[in-house]
């Protein structure tokens, strides 16, 4: 399965993280670096993927 | 997508910086200790940015490093946190340059290495990196993707 981060930054510098394609907690792993590298976490939203099971999520993305 | 994070950018990584520095035509010195600026603190701006509410006017002009313009008079000092963080020093005025090519507060100059320090950050991990520049919004988008 293909993971893709879009990392958006806004004309004043600070940005915003979105993972795409990569359920369950797991992602959080992901963007801890560059969170770290960037500067201070202001807010830290879950969307509905994140509590799907990894697996359930590959295949909905192998059907699509 | 599964989760969606703000940050607040700050200025932490020396080489990354002196890369957004070089891309816009400038650099950075490291280890020079005073910018460039007007010289003399006047007390005419109390905006909310204003400089001296961060920090003591005796103060400016000195930095840690800075980062120069061919096309600027003026010169960015950058001020070493105890938490390892630079603050970035500059005087705005418009002869000294500075806005024009940086924007105004730096932010250009933010953004640019902002991005610089996220593709480094990301590439590390495997993902090939895509910047796109939305020239309407200001914005600037890296796409990151790994298989």
């Known amino acids: 399965m293909s993971e893709r981060i879009i990392i958006r930054i806004d004309p004043s510098g600070n940005p915003t993280i979105k993972v795409e394609g990569h359920p369950g907690p797991g992602c959080k792993d992901i963007t801890k670096a560059v969170e770290k590298a960037l500067g201070t976490v202001v807010s830290d939203k879950t969307t509905n993927e994140y509590s799907l099971p990894a697996q359930a999520e590959a295949s909905r993305h192998v059907n699509c | 997508m599964s989760h969606v994070v703000v940050i607040e950018l700050q200025v932490k990584d020396l080489q990354a910086l002196g890369e957004a520095a070089k891309q816009m035509g400038g650099e950075l010195v490291i280890g020079q200790t005073t910018y460039k600026w007007y010289g003399r603190w006047m007390d005419d701006y109390h905006g909310q940015d204003a400089a001296y509410r961060k920090m003591n006017p005796e103060k400016f002009g000195k930095c840690d490093h800075a980062v120069k313009h061919p096309n600027c008079q003026y010169e960015i000092g950058l001020v070493r946190q105890e938490?390892?963080?630079?603050?970035?020093?500059?005087?705005?005025?418009?002869?000294?340059?500075?806005?024009?090519?940086?924007?105004?507060?730096?932010?250009?100059?933010?953004?640019?290495?902002?991005?610089?320090?996220?593709?480094?950050?990301?590439?590390?991990?495997?993902?090939s990196v895509k910047e796109v520049a939305d020239e309407e919004t200001g914005y600037l988008r890296l796409v990151c993707s790994r298989t």
């Open chain 2, 83 to 127: 938490d390892g963080s630079f603050t970035v020093l500059a005087d705005e005025w418009g002869a000294g340059g500075l806005s024009q090519v940086f924007g105004k507060g730096m932010q250009k100059l933010k953004q640019r290495y902002g991005a610089c320090v996220a593709a480094k950050s990301m590439r590390r991990q495997g993902f």
